[in-house]
């Protein structure tokens, strides 16, 4: 059998440790101080949620948002940086953000209600979701596949 799951299985922390990222940087992302990870609000009141913890994903999502900056510059001005990405944010609607971050590693994704979440793209090919009658429910995870199904699955991503 073959395991796929969508949660992961380590904690935010393990990666600094991995990392050796100094407990300095760790307080600063203890305290949602870190730009780079959390939520931010747009333009329409919805959400998208941000997790751009290595500097390959941080670039782009500065170029994307049209900063010069840096994951240096988000230690050195914490608070400076997420306030400019929140007005930023605030500036087009989640589905304006999410057509400029489509297919980009920046990893950026859209904060969205249950109804939204069963028609969402990505849970639709992933079979997130089990439609039972009218009724629709979480698949349970990990999910196990048979090395057929894996295959199959592994072509649709």
């Known amino acids: 059998m073959y395991l796929l799951t969508s949660k ?28 780079s990870y959390r939520t931010y609000e747009t333009k329409d009141k919805k959400w ?10 941080n670039s782009t999502l500065f170029e994307i948002l049209g ?18 990405m929140e007005h930023i944010f605030k500036s087009k609607t989640r589905d304006e953000w ?12 859209p904060v969205l209600n249950l109804d939204e979440a069963v028609q969402f793209r990505h849970n639709i090919e992933r079979a997130n979701f089990v439609k039972e009658g009218s ?7 990990p999910r196990m596949y048979t090395k057929e199904e894996f295959k199959k699955l592994m072509c649709r991503l």
């Not at 941000?50 to 390959?56: F, M, N, Q, S």
């Not at 900063?67 to 400019?84: L, R, W």
């Not at 999410?98 to 920046?106: D, H, V």
């Not at 009724?135 to 995870?141: D, E, I, L, T, V």
């Open 8 to 35: 992961h299985l380590c904690t935010y922390n393990s990666y600094f440790f991995a990392a050796k990222i100094s407990t300095a940087a760790i307080k600063v992302t203890a305290n949602n101080a870190r730009s």
């Open 48 to 57: 998208v949620a941000v997790g751009a913890l290595e500097p390959k994903f």
């Open 67 to 84: 900063m010069d900056k840096n994951m240096a510059d988000m230690y050195a001005d914490a608070a400076g940086i997420t306030a400019e």
């Open 98 to 109: 999410m057509a400029l971050f489509e297919g980009k590693n920046a990893c950026v994704s």
């Open 135 to 141: 009724r629709c429910f979480p698949q349970p995870a």
